[in-house]
C-alpha cells in the first residue's frame, strides 16, 4: 500500500466520522455510509439493508443496482437477525460458492462476479449489512477486510443512534398527544384532577380545581398548592406526597385546603405516577375529592350515637337499680341472679353493637361475649362458622337467646358436669339464608320438660319473631339441640 493511498483512506474515514457525527436522518448515514465504501474499498456498487420488524433483510440504499436485482434477492442473507458476533465474507468467485443456481443466475446478470458482505451490528448482534459489487474476480486484503469492517462499525453506530432519537422523538410526541387528550377529557370532569411534575409542581388543574382555589389557567405553572394548606395539616401532607414522589408510589391523603372563598374544606387526594414511553418517572396524576360534607355527618352520626348510647346506657342503670329495689328482699334468690345476668347479657350486646355505631355486629365476637363466663378456659364450647355480622335487632335476640341456651346448659344440660361440652356451629344457607345450631353433648341424659319456662319462651317465640325465622328445640337424649334459621339481614335494624 503507497502512502498516498494509506492518507487517503484515512481522509476517507475521517470525513465518514464527521458526517455521521452531523446526520439528523438515516438516509444521510446511509449516503455517508456509501460515499466511504465505494471510496475506500475500490468498487462502483455498494448497498445498504436492514432488518425490519418481520425480521426480513431489506434494500434501504444502493449504488448501480436494478431494480429487478433488488426485488429477487432482497431478504437473502448469511445472518439471520440478532446473531450475535457475526463474521464478514468475502465471495471472490460467485460461480464457485454452493449457492441456488438461480441466485448465481441473478448475480452473474447483474454483471457481479466477486461480493463482499459486512455485517451492521448494535452491541455485538447483527441489525443489517453492506455490501461491495465488484464485476472482476476480487480478493480483498486483510487490510481492506478491517477497513471494512471499521466501516461497517461506524454506520450501525449511527444507525442505533438515530433510531434511538426517532423512537425518543416518537414517545415524546405520543407523550405530548397523551397529555393534550388528557386535559381535554379532564377539564370538564365533575371531580379536582391535577397533574404534577416530578418535582411536585402544578402542570394542570382541571377546570373544578381552578374555581375551588380561585385562579386562571394562565397562573397553573406558578400556583403554589401548599399555601391553601390548614397549618395543622401542612407536615403530614406534605410527608406524604414527599415519600410517594421519592418513591414514584401511589398515595392516598386526607387533610384541609383552603378555597377562593377562605373557607377550609376536608379534601382526600389519591395520586399514581406516570411515566414516559421509556419508563422515566415524569410526576404524579390525582384526584381530589370532597369529603367536608360526608365528615360534617359522620361527626353529627357520631354525636347521636354516643348520646344514644349514653341515654340506653343510663335506662339499663335505671332499670337495674329499680330491679334491686324491687327485689331487695329477694337478693340472693334465683330469681334475682336470673334477671341480673339476663340483663348483664343485654348490656353486654348493646356495647358490642355501639362499637360498630349500631350498624351490626359480628356473631362470632357475639357469641365469645355471651358464653365466655361459662368457657373461661376456651374448651368445653366450640364455635364453628364463618365471618356474619347481623342487624342491631338481629344481635340482641341472638345474644339474650344463647343467654338462655348457656344458662340452661350450665344448670341442668351439658356444662353442668366436667365430661360435657358445646357445639355453636352456623352456616350461609342458599339465599343468603342463616343457619344456628347449639348442639351439647356428653351431659346428663335429656328430657323434654313438661312444661315450658321462660327461657324457652324467650328462645321459641321472641328469638323467632325478632329474627322472623323458625326456632327448633330438640331435647335428644344426647343432649338438647337448638336450630335457628333466619334470612340475614343487612344494615341497622
Given at each position: 500500500?503507497?502512502?498516498k493511498?494509506?492518507?487517503d483512506?484515512?481522509?476517507?474515514?475521517?470525513?465518514?466520522?464527521?458526517?455521521?457525527y452531523?446526520?439528523?436522518?438515516?438516509?444521510?448515514v446511509?449516503e455517508?455510509g456509501?460515499?466511504?465504501i465505494?471510496?475506500t474499498?475500490?468498487c462502483?456498487r455498494?448497498?445498504?439493508?436492514l432488518?425490519?420488524?418481520?425480521e426480513?433483510m431489506r434494500?434501504?440504499?444502493?449504488r448501480?443496482l436494478?431494480a429487478?436485482?433488488r426485488r429477487?434477492?432482497?431478504?437473502h442473507t448469511?445472518?439471520?437477525?440478532?446473531?450475535?458476533f457475526?463474521?464478514?465474507?468475502?465471495v471472490?468467485?460467485i460461480?464457485?460458492?454452493?449457492?441456488?443456481?438461480?441466485?448465481?443466475?441473478?448475480?452473474?446478470?447483474?454483471?457481479?462476479?466477486?461480493?463482499?458482505?459486512?455485517p451492521l451490528t448494535?452491541?455485538g448482534?447483527?441489525?443489517?449489512?453492506?455490501?461491495?459489487y465488484?464485476?472482476?474476480r476480487r480478493?480483498?486484503?486483510g487490510?481492506?477486510?478491517?477497513l471494512?469492517?471499521?466501516?461497517?462499525?461506524?454506520?450501525?453506530?449511527?444507525?442505533?443512534?438515530?433510531?434511538?432519537e426517532?423512537?425518543?422523538q416518537?414517545?415524546e410526541?405520543?407523550?405530548?398527544d397523551?397529555?393534550?387528550r388528557?386535559?381535554l377529557?379532564s377539564e370538564?370532569?365533575?371531580?379536582m384532577?391535577w397533574?404534577?411534575d416530578?418535582?411536585?409542581?402544578?402542570?394542570?388543574?382541571?377546570?373544578?380545581?381552578?374555581?375551588?382555589?380561585g385562579i386562571?389557567?394562565?397562573?397553573?405553572a406558578t400556583?403554589d398548592w401548599?399555601?391553601?394548606?390548614?397549618?395543622d395539616?401542612?407536615e403530614h401532607i406534605?410527608?406524604?406526597?414527599v415519600?410517594?414522589t421519592?418513591r414514584q408510589?401511589?398515595?392516598?391523603?386526607?387533610?384541609r385546603?383552603?378555597?377562593?372563598?377562605?373557607d377550609?374544606?376536608?379534601?382526600?387526594?389519591t395520586?399514581?405516577?406516570y411515566?414516559?414511553?421509556t419508563?422515566?418517572?415524569?410526576g404524579?396524576?390525582?384526584?381530589n375529592?370532597?369529603?367536608?360534607?360526608q365528615?360534617?355527618?359522620?361527626?353529627?352520626?357520631?354525636?347521636?350515637?354516643?348520646?344514644?348510647?349514653?341515654?340506653?346506657?343510663?335506662?339499663?342503670?335505671l332499670?337495674q337499680?329499680?330491679?334491686?329495689q324491687?327485689?331487695k328482699?329477694?337478693?340472693g334468690s334465683r330469681?334475682?341472679d336470673?334477671?341480673?345476668?339476663r340483663?348483664?347479657?343485654?348490656?353486654a350486646?348493646?356495647?358490642?353493637?355501639?362499637?360498630?355505631?349500631?350498624?351490626?355486629a359480628?356473631?362470632r365476637?357475639?357469641?365469645?361475649?355471651?358464653?365466655a363466663v361459662?368457657?373461661?378456659?376456651?374448651?368445653r364450647?366450640?364455635?364453628?362458622?364463618?365471618?356474619?355480622?347481623?342487624?342491631?335487632?338481629?344481635?340482641?335476640?341472638?345474644?339474650?337467646?344463647?343467654?338462655?341456651l348457656?344458662?340452661?346448659?350450665m344448670k341442668?344440660?351439658?356444662?353442668?358436669?366436667?365430661s360435657?361440652?358445646v357445639?355453636?356451629?352456623?352456616?350461609?344457607?342458599r339465599?343468603?339464608?342463616?343457619?344456628?345450631t347449639?348442639a351439647?353433648?356428653?351431659g346428663?341424659?335429656v328430657?323434654?320438660p313438661?312444661?315450658?319456662?321462660?327461657?324457652t319462651?324467650?328462645?321459641?317465640r321472641?328469638l323467632a319473631?325478632?329474627?322472623?325465622?323458625?326456632v327448633?328445640?330438640d331435647f335428644q337424649k344426647?343432649?338438647?339441640?337448638?336450630t335457628v334459621?333466619?334470612p340475614l339481614?343487612?344494615?341497622?335494624?
Amino acid at each position: 500500500m503507497t502512502e498516498k493511498s494509506n492518507v487517503d483512506e484515512l481522509q476517507s474515514l475521517y470525513i465518514l466520522t464527521d458526517r455521521l457525527y452531523r446526520t439528523t436522518s438515516i438516509d444521510e448515514v446511509f449516503e455517508a455510509g456509501l460515499d466511504a465504501i465505494t471510496s475506500t474499498l475500490g468498487c462502483s456498487r455498494a448497498s445498504i439493508l436492514l432488518f425490519d420488524d418481520d425480521e426480513v433483510m431489506r434494500f434501504k440504499a444502493t449504488r448501480g443496482l436494478s431494480a429487478d436485482y433488488r426485488r429477487q434477492l432482497e431478504g437473502h442473507t448469511p445472518w439471520s437477525c440478532g446473531e450475535l458476533f457475526p463474521t464478514p465474507i468475502f465471495v471472490t468467485d460467485i460461480d464457485e460458492t454452493d449457492e441456488p443456481d438461480w441466485i448465481k443466475k441473478i448475480i452473474r446478470r447483474e454483471d457481479i462476479r466477486s461480493l463482499g458482505f459486512f455485517p451492521l451490528t448494535v452491541r455485538g448482534r447483527v441489525v443489517g449489512k453492506f455490501m461491495t459489487y465488484y464485476a472482476n474476480r476480487r480478493v480483498l486484503s486483510g487490510h481492506e477486510m478491517d477497513l471494512a469492517v471499521t466501516i461497517a462499525r461506524q454506520v450501525g453506530f449511527s444507525v442505533e443512534r438515530l433510531r434511538a432519537e426517532e423512537q425518543r422523538q416518537a414517545a415524546e410526541a405520543a407523550l405530548r398527544d397523551s397529555a393534550i387528550r388528557f386535559r381535554l377529557m379532564s377539564e370538564d370532569a365533575p371531580v379536582m384532577i391535577w397533574m404534577s411534575d416530578r418535582d411536585g409542581s402544578c402542570l394542570h388543574l382541571n377546570r373544578m380545581l381552578r374555581n375551588a382555589w380561585g385562579i386562571s389557567e394562565d397562573e397553573v405553572a406558578t400556583f403554589d398548592w401548599h399555601s391553601t394548606m390548614h397549618p395543622d395539616d401542612a407536615e403530614h401532607i406534605t410527608a406524604e406526597v414527599v415519600a410517594a414522589t421519592v418513591r414514584q408510589q401511589p398515595f392516598s391523603v386526607t387533610g384541609r385546603y383552603r378555597n377562593v372563598d377562605g373557607d377550609y374544606r376536608t379534601l382526600t387526594t389519591t395520586a399514581r405516577p406516570y411515566s414516559s414511553a421509556t419508563g422515566e418517572f415524569l410526576g404524579m396524576i390525582g384526584v381530589n375529592v370532597d369529603i367536608t360534607e360526608q365528615e360534617e355527618a359522620a361527626a353529627q352520626r357520631e354525636m347521636i350515637f354516643n348520646e344514644l348510647n349514653h341515654r340506653v346506657k343510663n335506662t339499663l342503670a335505671l332499670v337495674q337499680a329499680i330491679a334491686h329495689q324491687t327485689l331487695k328482699g329477694a337478693e340472693g334468690s334465683r330469681l334475682a341472679d336470673d334477671f341480673h345476668d339476663r340483663l348483664a347479657s343485654l348490656a353486654a350486646a348493646h356495647s358490642l353493637l355501639t362499637k360498630a355505631n349500631w350498624e351490626s355486629a359480628p356473631l362470632r365476637e357475639l357469641l365469645t361475649d355471651a358464653l365466655a363466663v361459662s368457657d373461661a378456659d376456651g374448651a368445653r364450647i366450640e364455635l364453628n362458622g364463618p365471618h356474619v355480622r347481623l342487624s342491631p335487632k338481629q344481635s340482641l335476640a341472638v345474644a339474650m337467646a344463647i343467654h338462655e341456651l348457656n344458662t340452661n346448659a350450665m344448670k341442668y344440660g351439658a356444662l353442668s358436669c366436667d365430661s360435657g361440652s358445646v357445639l355453636v356451629d352456623w352456616q350461609l344457607l342458599r339465599g343468603s339464608d342463616l343457619e344456628l345450631t347449639w348442639a351439647e353433648r356428653g351431659g346428663p341424659p335429656v328430657e323434654t320438660p313438661s312444661g315450658r319456662g321462660f327461657g324457652t319462651f324467650m328462645i321459641e317465640r321472641v328469638l323467632a319473631n325478632d329474627l322472623d325465622g323458625e326456632v327448633i328445640l330438640d331435647f335428644q337424649k344426647q343432649g338438647l339441640r337448638c336450630t335457628v334459621r333466619a334470612p340475614l339481614q343487612r344494615g341497622p335494624q
